[in-house]
């Protein structure tokens, strides 16, 4: 059967508006920040008990690095023996720098990004907990 080049629909303009629509559709800070963020969270004495009020069955031992979901704030509460416990919030607050890069791509990406929480961060990112004795 003899083979015949039939050219492609659209050509070389087809291919690039398919590129650039799947990369508008991922969303800028989705694909550089993910729907979680680590948080570092240390302990003075060391290994005390970690836990979040979003995690609940969860426990974590200090130092460790805890990936939150970036669009919901959190308690931390962190407890050891002998110990006071100590009660700590982390927040999540828009991301200017998410927004703005989903912004260059025509505010397209948000429509992916502001669902996943993807245009959010947490601050602190990092808690250092000094525990009082009791």
Known sequence: ???????????KFFYLAAILFLQISQGCAGTLNGPSQNVK??????YARITVDTLPGKSFVAPATIPLD???NHIITVETPGHEKIRTRITS????KAVALDC??????LLVDVPKGATKELSPE???????KK
Do not use: A, E, F, Y
């Open 104 to 109: 260059l791509w025509l505010c397209i990406p």
């Open 41 to 46: 969270i240390n302990s003075n004495p060391g």
């Open 93 to 96: 607050r828009t991301d200017s």
């Open 70 to 72: 970036r669009s919901k």
């Open 126 to 132: 990092m808690i250092h907990v000094r525990l009082p």
């Open 1 to 11: 059967m003899p083979r015949t080049n039939i050219p492609l629909q659209g050509g």
